[in-house]
């Protein structure tokens, strides 16, 4: 079997374990344990809470969110490498280099996308230059305006990407700055985003039959497996919403009822019935749209629709019909089911060969003030005692003006050399080398680079450790 996706699922036994189609159907697995990487953000929803997922297996001692992503990457890693040996002559895979792509959701913080690119690492995906951490939104933008030749783009556009998957809807904006030679972007508002994706439809499909068969003579869970199959692979994909939309299911086993519409082992569902289903998860996703164009404080031209439950045209639908009143156009991206990986792969070629960038993201929207933790002198009125230090240097007490710590960054000055620094004497009549210089931040699209810099030198990266 092929697929163009694999389930970001594990399954544990001992010291060993399986990963995405690994998993035999119907038995307990972990799932969505990335999103444990960055637990600053609490991306439950109630759908969450009332709809957990039956499979789900139990929190164990050993699963850190650290170990289950970093071993799910290992398998998927040494999957890679084993299906390149079959398509590849062994000379040119052993002198072809190889670098992974990462990507990481919009919303997610510093630390979470440090933790990432350390279990990419563990798994054995390279380290440095050679392993690349993207945010999924703006991997799906890059893709998306790429095969967009039908959309009549000018600059100051403002478009808003809604990459509606499985188990999570993400969402960013951003602003048309140039269009020759590339299309030039920078994020109108910040990234967003929520777990209400299609999975939970499957979830409430499976608590419509138990509550509608339950009761009845003949019921057995062994039942479900066929119409859920059915309900992931057509009717989910297939519903429009449109009146008079009847779907069939078998249900062996259950005697004929005419008020449950059962007849020889098959049960008609009716559309009201399945937009029924459909509506508090579609309630929860166009809540999200809504609020990412008022973000913007900008007329938005298009919301951009990506991911597998992004190709629902009742998703589809349902959102042109909230977003008219911005004057908003909906519009379902081509391959909208793989633009993550294909943005991601079009920007990891664009950084080792530019004639491969078609969009570039030129500037992004600030997800924190950010500032730099200073020293002052200690003031009786304004500071307290207990943490006032003495400084040998100034002879007097000195106090750290506190801000909320985000990364704190340590950096080798023996790089500088010593005929660079200036000599000064300090209140101890001590001599004392002292250093001016800047810490220089660059953001990329989901990690952060900080460099030393004295005197206009530049002296390489510093090591940064978030807390």
């Not at 991306?43 to 499979?55: A, N």
């Not at 040494?78 to 299906?83: K, L, R």
């Not at 929860?284 to 190709?311: H, M, P, S």
């Amino acid at each position: 079997m092929t697929s163009e996706k694999v389930p970001t699922e594990l399954q544990y036994d001992g010291d060993n374990y399986k990963w995405g189609f690994q998993i035999p159907d119907g038995e307990q697995r972990f799932q969505w344990f990335k999103l444990g990487l960055d637990p600053s953000h609490d991306r439950g929803t109630e759908l969450q809470r009332r709809y957990p997922d039956p499979l789900a297996a139990p929190q164990g001692y050993n699963t850190t969110p650290e170990k289950m992503t970093s071993d799910y990457l290992t398998g998927l890693r040494a999957h890679v490498e084993s299906v390149l040996q079959t398509k590849l002559p062994q000379g040119a895979l052993l002198s072809t280099a190889i670098e992974y792509i990462i990507t990481v959701p919009a919303v997610w913080t510093e630390a979470a996308q440090d933790k990432t690119r350390a279990c990419a690492e563990k798994a054995g995906m390279g380290a440095g230059s050679a392993l690349h951490i993207i945010s999924e939104p703006e991997a799906a933008i890059i893709h998306a305006l790429s095969v967009m030749d039908h959309l009549d783009i000018q600059v100051g556009d403002t478009f808003v990407l809604c990459d509606a998957g499985g188990g999570t809807v993400d969402l960013i904006s951003y602003t048309i700055e140039s269009i020759q030679p590339n299309l030039r972007i920078t994020e109108a508002s910040p990234g967003s985003g929520s777990l209400c994706g299609g999975s939970f439809l499957n979830r409430r499909f499976q608590k419509f039959l138990e509550d509608k068969l339950g009761n009845e003579e003949g019921w057995d869970t062994d039942i479900l497996e066929e119409p859920m199959r059915l309900f992931e692979e057509r009717i989910k994909r297939r519903f429009t919403g449109t009146f008079g939309e009847d779907f069939i299911i078998p249900v062996a086993g259950i005697a004929d009822n005419a008020v449950l519409k059962i007849k020889r082992g098959k049960m008609t569902i009716s559309g009201v019935e399945i937009r029924k289903i459909f509506e508090p998860v579609l309630k929860e996703v166009l809540n999200l749209v809504v609020n990412q164009i008022k973000a913007t404080k900008k007329k938005t031209k298009a919301v951009l629709l990506v991911g597998g439950f992004g190709g629902n045209a009742y998703l589809r639908d349902s959102m042109h019909q909230e977003v008219k009143a911005y004057n908003t156009q909906v519009v379902q991206v081509e391959n909208g089911w793989t633009s993550v990986v294909r943005g991601a792969l079009m920007k990891g070629l664009a950084s080792t060969t530019p004639s491969f960038a078609t969009v570039r993201v030129s500037g992004r929207s600030a997800r924190n003030h950010y500032g730099i933790r200073n020293e002052v002198d200690y003031d009786s009125k304004e500071h307290k005692a207990s943490e006032r230090k003495w400084s040998a240097f100034k002879g007097a007490f000195r106090i750290h003006a506190y801000v909320n710590m985000l990364v704190e960054v340590t950096a080798d000055l023996s790089k500088i050399p010593t005929h660079r620094l200036t000599k000064t004497i300090g209140a101890d009549g001590e001599m004392y080398y002292e250093l001016e210089y800047q810490i220089e931040v660059t953001y990329y699209s989901a990690c952060t680079k900080f460099e030393l810099i004295h005197s206009g030198v530049n002296y390489g990266p510093v090591t940064a450790e978030y807390v």
